[in-house]
């Protein structure tokens, strides 16, 4: 069985969605912020980030995006991407690593208090040029999902959705302001709350509700 280390409404969600679409087995095990600097938690998540999944055989995944990749080759009786090792998956592949590894540590830079920062001048300018970046790439999520649309892999419903909508609960000033913006992201985020399956773990992050997010 799994175990997902999770918080809500943190980067968990996405994971957290997924095993519940897969109607897989697993046990989430909820942690608050501090739990998450523990030392023993860095045993598991070697940079301290959520999410993790535990293993049957003991070990642990990270990032979330490899976690995503895992379980939808690991589960094919209930697919949540196209066949692994097709075109389509690559396709799939290329979308969820734009999203992982350029929307994701986006969405940290435009909150301030950068590490990166040595003044406050600095610190103003790098939030002003990552929110600029964030609107730019979400432009192009827009643009895929309202011409290949509803979904990001066109009529089918995949994980990519439920990344995406992840990535919509911080999205700036708020997820009403951020979604007005992006109409077509916006519908597709709504198809995902709306999914039945999902009621539950929506709930339990605070997040069923447009700007559940805080």
Same mark, same amino acid.
């Given at each position: 069985?799994?175990?997902?280390?999770?918080?809500?409404? $943190?980067?968990?969600? /996405?994971?957290?969605?997924? =095993?519940?679409?897969?109607?897989?087995?697993?046990?989430?095990? +909820?942690?608050? /912020?501090?739990?998450?600097?523990?030392?023993?938690?860095?045993?598991?998540? #070697?940079?301290?980030?959520?999410?993790?999944?535990?293993? /049957?055989?003991?070990?642990?995944?990270?990032?979330?995006?490899?976690?995503?990749?895992?379980?939808?080759?690991?589960?094919?009786?209930?697919?949540?991407? #196209?066949? #692994? !090792?097709?075109?389509?998956?690559?396709?799939?592949?290329? +979308?969820?690593?734009?999203?992982?590894?350029?929307?994701? #540590? =986006?969405?940290?830079?435009?909150? !301030?208090?950068?590490?990166?920062?040595?003044?406050?001048?600095?610190?103003?300018?790098?939030?002003?040029?990552?929110?600029?970046? +964030?609107?730019?790439? +979400?432009? =192009?999520?827009?643009?895929?999902?309202?011409?290949?649309? @509803? $979904?990001? %892999?066109?009529?089918?419903?995949?994980?990519?959705?439920?990344?995406?909508? %992840?990535?919509? =609960? $911080?999205?700036?000033?708020?997820?009403? /302001?951020?979604?007005?913006?992006? @109409?077509?992201?916006?519908?597709?985020?709504?198809?995902?709350?709306?999914?039945?399956?999902?009621?539950?773990?929506?709930?339990?992050?605070?997040?069923?509700?447009?700007?559940?997010?805080?």
């Amino acid at each position: 069985m799994y175990k997902l280390y999770n918080v809500k409404a $943190w980067g968990s969600v /996405a994971p957290h969605l997924l =095993l519940e679409e897969l109607d897989v087995p697993y046990t989430n095990v +909820w942690m608050t /912020a501090e739990q998450v600097k523990a030392p023993e938690f860095r045993a598991l998540s #070697p940079l301290g980030y959520i999410p993790a999944l535990g293993l /049957a055989d003991g070990r642990t995944l990270f990032e979330s995006a490899a976690i995503v990749t895992h379980l939808v080759i690991s589960h094919r009786t209930k697919p949540m991407s #196209p066949q #692994p !090792g097709s075109d389509d998956f690559g396709e799939f592949q290329s +979308w969820l690593d734009l999203m992982s590894t350029n929307l994701y #540590p =986006l969405s940290n830079f435009t909150l !301030g208090g950068n590490a990166y920062a040595l003044t406050p001048e600095q610190d103003a300018h790098i939030v002003a040029s990552a929110n600029r970046r +964030w609107d730019e790439l +979400w432009g =192009l999520i827009e643009t895929r999902l309202r011409e290949e649309g @509803p $979904w990001l %892999m066109g009529e089918t419903y995949s994980a990519l959705d439920l990344y995406a909508f %992840m990535l919509c =609960l $911080w999205g700036k000033p708020g997820e009403a /302001a951020f979604l007005a913006r992006f @109409p077509a992201v916006a519908r597709m985020a709504a198809a995902v709350r709306a999914r039945p399956r999902l009621k539950a773990a929506l709930e339990a992050h605070g997040i069923m509700q447009l700007g559940g997010y805080r």
